[in-house]
């Protein structure tokens, strides 16, 4: 018999709405029985292609035994950590607080009143490794609770305090920022960089996308050529390795090894448009093909499999997946992406498949040689193991031809692996990782001159506004899955969606993105800002359910939305001038600077904001008609500009929409009837010019 998930949107609480656990929704429902019955609750966070909540599942969850445990001395609660990110950070923070590291799945046991007193990650089923079982942990918990039941809401109250204290002086003082702060955290990057491999520290690697916005940031400003090497060798190294879909594109989420070679499959949309743009910026740095095609591959992988057919995106697929169509309840690690040497052999014939073999790495026995957990026997991961040079040596042959017959040949691969099972798709569309990926996408469209990709962005623009936005009252919701939409914004909801939409006016030049953007920031001060201690709450007021209000500041996989807000105001404030922006965003860059001068490496993202607000910015209107001014446009956005902002007066409509927003547009005009370009630095204009030659010495 399904539970009480068995109503719910989230793939990850479908995934247990048919579990023995009598499992409750994170709502009212399941505290108003906590509290009637006086049961704690056991709160279990995860998300749908989490491999090691998969495992907890099947080994746990499904269990008669254990699930017999959970529903008499219990109240079970699922939550999807990517539809309740809230959720998620007050308990991450309790489990690291307490045990020194966090993960996911996340077990948290809970008072009646939502107070966490006891917590960890995955647990076992049964003792192992000198650590208590699952069932065993169930049952020491159940009997504290009725024998120790008032000294647990005691000390529970106390860790409370603790934690809001922690969360309180998280985000809030005054420490001294300076290019200091930047050169700091460009030092510790520096020690920590792999000068052989790659990316920064050791094994496990994960791409973190901040790190990489934050040096060329730094190379642009300090004209460190060391930061750009660092960032270009890392996303060649990334690009090379197994960790990246060599037939298919997209990034997996993160090597196990040192060297970028065994990922962990599964494949998140917030990593695949966070590394297209780097690798766009890159390109726009470099000029290198290279990275283009690396992007290109990227967002060709999102259009093709992770895209709603109205235009928003999905959010992840799954790392496991079916082994043997005859057996599909059996998965493993990365078996939809893994290849034997006889299968390449076979498919593609010789001499091809010694080609193929010798470029990426196949191995007659496999390539996988350390193997703990016996997943990958006789199987090989494509890497590109030798250059596209290095091959045509070993064979002697032109590197055109090499170029032309590996290229079919993982055009045959691809198509052939298109007929295995997927991985598990989880097709919710939440409206953060969305805006992350239409700003991949305009900037694009931008950099590649690719049509396809700015209707990519337009479509997705207008899935969000479509469903999850509503115009008369300001707000956004978080998810949207099967026709319903729900959940209300969280900060980087708004925060991403400003970013997309400015990112996005830079592309089509619709004056309705700039407006709608200056409208959210509006809501998203509204709902969020402390307007005391400065800095940005990540919920907004008034959710009974949650026992902390907090204000998140790490940037990890993903950006913290107080970053993002930090330089959205930013760009705001260079592009409106207005005093709301400009004093909104240095309240929340004193409430923030503590961290930032405490913990650079924690918060890159968060200095990529302080930067802009350091930086010479400069302003660049074009007026003319959009075919005309072309050739202005491709020099602009050949470059790398990230201090620079854009405006293109294309129309009547288009100068009396923009002048609201920029004044001084109300005097620029085509000179002698041809597209002119207005280079101005903090609002101090150089003389017009209609010569693309000129404009290009302006830029420069």
């Keep these: 018999m399904p539970n009480h998930l068995s109503t719910e949107k989230s793939p990850y609480l479908q995934q247990h709405a048919h579990n023995p656990v009598d499992w409750y929704p994170w709502g009212e429902a399941a505290f108003e029985k906590a509290r009637r019955e006086d049961k704690p609750i056991f709160l279990s966070i995860g998300y749908s292609t989490c491999h090691w909540c998969h495992v907890m599942e099947r080994e746990s969850f499904e269990s008669p035994a254990i699930a017999a445990i959970l529903n008499q001395s219990f109240v079970p609660v699922k939550v999807d950590r990517e539809e309740r990110p809230d ?24 008072t009646p009143g939502r107070m966490p007193f006891f917590g960890g990650t995955y647990f076992a089923p049964d003792d192992r490794y000198g650590r208590p079982g699952f069932s065993v942990v169930l049952e020491r918990i159940a009997e504290a609770w009725k024998t120790q039941h008032d000294k647990i809401l005691e000390s529970s109250s106390n860790v409370m305090e603790q934690l809001k204290l922690h969360s309180e002086s998280a985000a809030g003082g005054n420490a001294a920022l300076s290019k200091n702060t930047l050169d700091a955290c460009f030092q510790y990057f520096r020690r920590t960089y792999d000068t052989a491999r790659g990316g920064f520290g050791d094994s496990p690697k994960f791409p973190r996308p901040v790190v990489l916005n934050f040096l060329l940031r730094y190379h642009h400003s300090s004209g460190r050529l060391e930061a750009l090497d660092m960032t270009l060798h890392t996303l060649r190294a990334m690009a090379d390795g197994g960790m990246h879909d ?5 990034f997996h989420r993160y090597s196990v090894d040192e060297r970028w070679f065994v990922p962990h499959f599964e494949k998140m949309l917030y990593d695949q448009a966070q590394l297209a743009v780097s690798y766009i910026e890159a390109y726009q740095i470099t000029h290198d093909p290279f990275y283009a095609s690396i992007a290109r591959a990227t967002l060709d992988y999102v259009l093709r499999d992770m895209t709603h ?36 052999e076979q498919l593609l014939g010789e001499p091809l498949a010694k080609m193929f073999a010798f470029r990426y790495g196949v191995e007659t026995d496999g390539n996988v040689h350390h193997d703990p957990h016996g997943e990958f026997p006789g199987k090989n991961i494509l890497y590109v193991r030798h250059t596209v040079t290095e091959t045509a040596q070993n064979f002697s042959i032109s590197e055109e031809v090499v170029e032309t017959q590996l290229l079919e040949a993982a055009q045959r691969l691809l198509k052939v692996r298109s007929t295995r099972i997927r991985p598990h798709l989880d097709d919710k569309i939440l409206t953060s990782w969305n805006a992350l990926m239409i700003s991949a996408f305009a900037k694009a469209a931008q950099a590649l001159d690719e049509p396809v990709y700015l209707d990519a962005a337009a479509r997705a623009t207008e899935f969000i506004l479509s469903r999850m936005y ?63 201690d400065g800095a940005f709450f990540t919920t907004a007021a008034g959710d009974p359910t949650l026992v902390l209000r907090m204000k998140d500041d790490y940037d990890g996989a993903e950006p913290s939305g107080n970053s993002i807000a930090l330089l959205d105001l930013e760009r705001l404030a260079h592009l409106t001038d207005r005093a709301e922006y400009h004093e909104t965003a240095e309240r929340t860059l004193r409430a923030l600077s503590p961290k930032m001068a405490g913990q650079p490496v924690a918060v890159p993202q968060m200095l990529v904001a302080f930067d802009y607000s350091l930086a010479a910015r400069r302003e660049v209107v074009i007026v003319g008609g959009r075919r005309e001014v072309r050739p202005f446009l491709h020099q602009l956005r050949s470059r790398f500009l990230p201090y620079t902002v854009v405006l293109l007066v294309d129309s009547e409509d288009a100068r009396r929409r923009l002048e609201r927003i920029f004044p001084a547009i109300a005097d620029m005009r085509e000179l002698n009837g041809q597209p002119t370009a207005y280079v101005c630095q903090g609002y101090v204009c150089q003389l017009p010019v209609n010569e693309v030659s000129k404009f290009v010495e302006l830029l420069q």
């Design 470 to 532: 509503d115009a008369r009252t300001g707000l956004l919701l978080r998810r949207y899955r099967d026709g319903d939409a729900a959940i209300q914004g969280f900060l980087d909801d708004y925060a991403f969606l400003i970013a997309a939409l400015l990112d996005l006016y830079e592309t089509d030049f619709d004056p309705q993105r700039i407006e709608l953007a200056i409208k959210l920031a509006g809501k998203m001060r509204e709902l969020f800002e402390d307007p005391s």
């Design 309 to 344: 057919p109205d235009g928003g995106f999905y959010s992840a697929e799954d790392a496991d997946s079916v082994i043997d169509p005859a057996n599909p309840k059996v998965k493993g690690e990365g078996a939809f992406y893994l290849w034997t040497a006889l299968e390449l």
């Design 246 to 250: 060599q037939l298919g594109g997209g």
């Design 87 to 110: 959720v998620d950070h007050i308990y991450m923070m309790y489990v690291q607080a307490t045990t020194g590291s966090g993960g996911w799945p996340m077990s948290v046991f809970l």
